[in-house]
Nanobody, 114 residues
Framework: QVQLVESGGGSVQAGGSLRLTCAVS????????WGWYRQAPGKQRELVAS???????DYADFVKGRFTISRDNGKNPLYLQMNNLKPEVTGVYYC????????WGKGTLVTVSS
């Protein structure tokens, strides 16, 4: 069974940076489009960044220019570099395939204070 393990979250002040990591078990990582999702308090989970097998990326408007998604197809991790953090990006971050998602991991909490 595929397991998704997110890590790297924390509490930072506005303007700070964090780097999230997603460990993906199995050989399915390199053949799919993957993304990072955010679930803000009281809201539904939303896609904030995605990356294709070939490295094409896409971002939600509220993170463009500040977040960078990357992947290592050989080692299976997925990364999200988060710079110039703002309080509005606070939430639990998850990784998963963009299409036909696997069971969700526990996520990693990002809290940005002003």
């Amino acid at each position: 069974q595929v397991q998704l393990v997110e890590s790297g979250g924390g509490s930072v002040q506005a303007g700070g940076s964090l780097r999230l990591t997603c460990a993906v078990s199995g050989s399915i990582f390199s053949t799919n489009i993957w993304g990072w999702y955010r679930q803000a308090p009281g809201k539904q989970r939303e896609l904030v960044a995605s990356i294709s097998v070939g490295g094409t990326t896409d971002y939600a408007d509220f993170v463009k220019g500040r977040f960078t998604i990357s992947r290592d197809n050989g080692k299976n991790p997925l990364y999200l570099q988060m710079n110039n953090l703002k309080p509005e990006v606070t939430g639990v971050y998850y990784c998963n395939k963009v299409y036909r998602a696997f069971p969700w991991g526990k996520g990693t909490l990002v809290t940005v204070s002003s």
